[in-house]
């Protein structure tokens, strides 16, 4: 995308007089390439559109109508479903858990990794080398959920909320990504804001902070989202229904109400769509910081 | 002060202000050690014992124990080893058909094609619902009684109960959640590493003659070398530890639990979590190191396999 194209042609339009090249009268032709592309492309959307369709048709359908006719147009466009799913599956609840769990873990998240990545990637530190390897090699630790279900319980936090906020507290790939980050930014700064007489916290809180911008919201992203879709964790460490996330909620919900697809597919509409409009604000960061390994390797 | 704790390139401050930045750092260094360091290592530790989901309960030493009963003893250990088998079937279909899918869409929309934002968008979007939205979704998408997909099987006269079904055949849809739910990490990481690739070597290979299928043996394929590494060695790794979407689509059902959700079964119920004795804890942190060495076993070889590739490409 940012290779620069404008230059390419000079050194190829000569070879272009001697001989008229391949792609010339291919690109006079029919254009199979695209047609099948499109082909392509539109048979396996439909495998992403459709199950969406599904979705939103059974979400306006009363439930005779859905035993009757599940996949047929619905007659008409009604919300009973979504006010029933609204109050029965509990919504107002379980979304204000799961943004106070997201919150929390989050800013605590992004806060702390601030102050162990800007040392280490300075190397400013004694020891910082080590510590960046403990981050890099526990990505292939063995996983840490009997034990860690353990401290929690001994600590008597099994069932509450800080205890759940715990476990959401660090992430070794978001550490990785700003320390990564953090290099990029020239260390001549550092030298003017101490000569100028700026303290450690203050210029990393107030100078480094907002240069690194792109990488902070690169994982925050990805860590919110990850605590916002978790399921495994809540399903172990919360009983209390007062506590459930809405991930949790839901599946409550599908137990209870297992049969009635319409009020479960308004729900499961309503979760979406704030995640789909979020999505589309913040994809340039998302996509980013998944793919941030491809290019490097 | 006797002992310095930061270099000497540290320019923020003499004397007792040298301490600022370890004491800055000292609490999410402490956290990462308490939540993810400590506890993993624990694991191992933990699948010599016979400890229970109980607070205060006695832990007792039981050597190994645990690991002898899961791998050879009785009809338990035959479930658990056809487990394994499965959690290699499920990672060996899963990688091959997310990596080739993947590629192939990468390359369709590394095309200029018009509406190529709205695919890839499209494709995308299962990733950042999470497991539950996308297991509701395909729960809904294969209602056996009459839903969309048995409606178009009907046509071919094929009788399926989906995920109700055999466990071979929830098995296999399973699997095609899964590949659906995340093919599209896969295309983006491909799309990003095709768009490194300079655009000069295509134009000169077609000057020489070269067509789309020598086009993309000779230059993509080399070229893309690490978003194929990290593809492969991501697809190998995620599929071996993927569950979640067995707990969302079908549950625990004999004859499709792979070693992940065998793991959280043993150690905290099969469905939902309440402190009970009957929680065998060291038995599935057993499990789970068994699971591990398969990661790690598995991984490297991806990793030695991926190694000698770029050795092979880039020298």
């Known amino acids: 995308m940012t290779i620069p194209r404008d230059d390419a042609p000079e050194m190829i339009v000569p070879a272009l007089d001697a001989e008229p090249p391949v792609v010339e009268r291919v690109g006079k032709g029919f254009p199979w390439g695209k047609v099948i592309s499109y082909v392509v492309l539109s048979l396996f959307a439909l495998l992403y559109l459709a199950p969406l369709f599904m979705l939103v048709n059974a979400s306006f359908k009363p439930l005779s109508e859905f035993f009757r006719d599940p996949i047929g147009l619905a007659s008409g466009i009604n919300f009973d479903n979504y006010t029933k799913a609204w109050e029965l599956a509990n919504f107002p609840r379980y979304l204000l858990n799961s943004a106070i769990y997201t919150a929390?873990?989050?800013?605590?998240?992004?806060?702390?990794?601030l102050f162990v990545a800007f040392p280490i990637s300075r190397g400013i530190i004694k020891g910082g080398g080590a510590i960046l390897t403990l981050y890099v090699v526990a990505l292939f630790l063995p996983p840490a959920l009997i034990p860690q279900f353990q401290l929690i319980l001994n600590l008597?936090?099994?069932?509450?909320?800080?205890?759940?906020?715990?476990?959401?507290?660090?992430?070794?790939?978001?550490?990785?990504?700003?320390?990564?980050?953090?290099?990029?930014?020239?260390?001549?700064?550092?030298?003017?804001?101490?000569?100028?007489?700026?303290?450690?916290?203050?210029?990393?809180?107030?100078?480094?902070?907002?240069?690194?911008?792109?990488a902070i919201a690169t994982v925050t992203?990805?860590?919110?989202?990850?605590?916002?879709?978790?399921?495994?964790?809540?399903?172990?460490?919360?009983?209390?229904?007062?506590?459930?996330?809405?991930?949790?909620?839901?599946?409550?919900?599908?137990?209870?109400?297992?049969s009635d697809w319409p009020a479960l597919a308004s729900a499961v509409l309503m979760l979406m769509l704030p995640m789909l409009v979020l999505f589309m604000f913040l994809q340039r960061y998302i996509i980013g910081g998944l793919t941030s390994g491809a290019v490097k390797g | 002060m006797a002992i310095s704790l930061v270099k000497k390139n540290y320019l923020f401050g003499q004397g007792r202000k040298r301490w600022v930045p370890w004491l800055l750092l000292l609490p999410g260094f402490g956290l990462y050690l308490l939540i993810a360091v400590g506890p993993s290592l624990a694991t191992a530790v933990y699948s010599f014992t016979d400890a229970s989901g109980v607070r205060g309960a006695p832990v007792n030493w039981i050597g190994f124990e645990n690991y002898d009963e899961f791998l050879f003893r009785g009809l338990a250990s035959r479930d658990n080893l056809a487990a394994l088998q499965r959690t290699l079937i499920f990672m060996v279909v899963v990688t091959t058909v997310q990596f080739g899918l993947g590629l192939v869409l990468a390359l369709l929309l590394n095309q200029k094609l018009r509406g190529r934002t709205f695919f890839r968008t499209l494709f995308f979007i299962p990733v950042i619902l999470g497991v539950v939205i996308q297991g509701l979704m395909w729960q809904l998408f294969l209602y056996p009684a009459g839903g969309p997909v048995a409606e178009v099987f009907g046509w071919f006269g094929i009788q399926s109960e989906f995920l109700g079904g055999a466990p071979t055949e929830a098995f296999i849809w399973v699997m095609v959640v899964q590949i659906w739910a995340n093919v599209g990490i896969t295309m983006m990481i491909f799309l990003a590493g095709m768009q490194t690739i300079d655009e000069t070597l295509y134009e000169?290979?077609?000057?020489?003659?070269?067509?789309?299928?020598?086009?993309?043996?000779?230059?993509?394929?080399?070229?893309?070398?690490?978003?194929?590494?990290?593809?492969?060695?991501?697809?190998?790794?995620?599929?071996?530890?993927?569950?979640?979407?067995?707990?969302?689509?079908?549950?625990?059902?004999?004859?499709?639990?792979?070693?992940?959700?065998?793991?959280?079964?043993?150690?905290?119920?099969?469905?939902?979590?309440?402190?009970?004795?009957?929680?065998?804890?060291?038995?599935?942190?057993?499990?789970?190191?068994?699971?591990?060495?398969?990661?790690?076993?598995?991984?490297?070889?991806?990793?030695?396999?991926?190694?000698?590739?770029?050795?092979?490409?880039?020298?």
């Open chain 1, 104 to 113: 929390i873990a989050t800013a605590v998240f992004v806060f702390t990794t």
């Open chain 1, 221 to 258: 992203v990805l860590h919110a989202i990850g605590i916002w879709n978790e399921l495994i964790l809540p399903t172990i460490y919360l009983t209390n229904s007062d506590l459930y996330p809405i991930t949790r909620g839901l599946i409550v919900f599908q137990g209870q109400y297992g």
């Open chain 1, 156 to 214: 008597g936090l099994y069932n509450t909320r800080v205890g759940y906020i715990m476990l959401f507290l660090v992430n070794a790939i978001g550490m990785i990504i700003v320390v990564n980050y953090i290099k990029s930014i020239p260390k001549e700064l550092d030298e003017s804001a101490a000569v100028d007489g700026c303290g450690y916290f203050r210029f990393v809180w107030s100078i480094v902070l907002p240069l690194i911008r792109p």
């Open chain 2, 204 to 315: 000169a290979a077609r000057i020489d003659g070269a067509g789309g299928w020598n086009l993309f043996k000779n230059i993509t394929w080399p070229q893309l070398t690490p978003a194929i590494n990290t593809n492969f060695l991501l697809n190998v790794i995620g599929s071996l530890q993927a569950w979640q979407l067995f707990l969302v689509l079908i549950g625990y059902r004999p004859g499709t639990q792979v070693l992940g959700y065998l793991v959280f079964a043993e150690g905290f119920g099969q469905t939902t979590g309440s402190v009970s004795a009957a929680f065998r804890q060291g038995y599935a942190a057993a499990a789970s190191i068994v699971l591990f060495f398969l990661v790690l076993v598995l991984g490297m070889s991806a990793n030695w396999i991926v190694q000698r590739r770029e050795r092979k490409y880039l020298g």
